[in-house]
């Protein structure tokens, strides 16, 4: 899948690509993808927060993903 805002943390890539909204803020949204094996293993997040700009809600979708990541230590 193509996105433009997908960052690599240690295994796994972080999509946030956040969701534009009806009233012109941006919804933050993630996906992890994980390699186990041969599998690959997609975690969608799809409702983290609304914010004013598309860049805040990558950062937060980011900083939210990463935490989950570390929190599986």
């Given at each position: 899948m193509t996105t433009?805002?997908?960052f690599k943390y240690g295994r796994y890539l972080?999509?946030?690509d956040p969701m534009p909204m009806a009233d012109g803020r941006f919804g933050a949204q993630v996906v992890v993808?994980?390699?186990e094996g041969n599998d690959h293993v997609e975690r969608p997040f799809p409702s983290l927060g609304e914010f004013?700009?598309?860049a805040d809600a990558v950062a937060h979708a980011r900083a939210w993903g990463v935490?989950?990541?570390d929190d599986r230590g």
């Open positions: 433009k805002h997908g972080l999509r946030c993808t994980s390699e004013n700009t598309e935490r989950w990541v």
